[in-house]
């Protein structure tokens, strides 16, 4: 089945290290989304992207960067983790604007990152 | 600002029915999206609006007022398996605003 896939799917790290989260989908979609994911709080979008060439900041980019290798993987990293970085990280993919109607958002199976 | 709205958390029994409100201000309207996450996992697509009305599917429909900025989640003859958190999520200039999500807890 095409699907969405994030590695790892836990990780515990210390203040101050560099961390790379990864994802990767088979759905042949264009457009690629980083989220976190705070109890009480909606999704918040980190970065996106429309296509390979095409990167963008979301709501909370600061403390954030991101790496778009190829269609199909859209790495997420925290150059120097910090203690409020602790969320849950949600990959999502879409079709492009020509897709689907709905052109919903499909989501990775998450990423739990705890830093102490 | 941006801002959506729904509540907390609901409680319903098993085989009832049970309305979940969502309000939004946003920015730009393309549409408004239900999602469904069971915790600890993944939202997962339930339905569309971007029309006024109701658009219905099996047990779930979902209704859209867009001059009152208010969408409803309908779940009917509710099951165990519908305790979950539902994500109401706006549609506004190329991106999802998301709602924080109502927390559904489901009694026999």
């Known amino acids: 089945d095409a699907d969405v896939t994030q590695t790892p799917r836990n990780r515990i790290t210390k203040t101050g290290k560099r961390i790379m989260l990864e994802c990767s989908q088979t759905k042949g979609h264009d457009r690629m989304y980083w989220y976190r994911q705070d109890p009480g709080l909606g999704l918040r979008l980190i970065y996106y992207?429309?296509?390979?060439?095409?990167?963008n900041k979301g709501e909370i980019s600061d403390g954030y960067s991101v790496s778009r290798q190829a269609q199909a993987k859209f790495s997420l990293s925290l150059e120097s983790a910090i203690p409020n970085q602790t969320a849950l990280y949600f990959c999502?993919?879409?079709?492009?604007?020509?897709?689907?109607?709905?052109?919903?958002?499909?989501f990775g199976p998450g990423t739990r990152l705890t830093v102490l | 600002g941006q801002n959506i709205d729904q509540p907390t958390e609901m409680t319903a029994t098993e085989g009832a029915i049970v309305q979940i409100n969502c309000t939004y201000q946003?920015?730009?309207?393309?549409?408004l999206f239900w999602y469904q996450q069971h915790a600890g996992e993944a939202p997962t697509f339930l339905s569309y609006n971007v029309l006024d009305g109701l658009e219905e599917k099996g047990r779930f429909s979902s209704f859209l007022s867009r001059s009152k900025g208010y969408s409803y989640l309908l779940l009917k003859e509710l099951q165990m398996k519908d305790s979950a958190s539902y994500l109401c999520?706006?549609?506004?200039?190329?991106?999802?605003?998301w709602g924080a999500g109502t927390k559904l807890i489901i009694k026999p």
């Open positions: 999502a993919t879409s079709v492009g604007t020509s897709g689907t109607l709905y052109n919903e958002q499909f």
């Open positions: 999520a706006v549609k506004s200039n190329y991106q999802l605003i």
């Open positions: 946003t920015s730009g309207f393309n549409g």
């Open positions: 992207s429309f296509d390979v060439k095409d990167i």
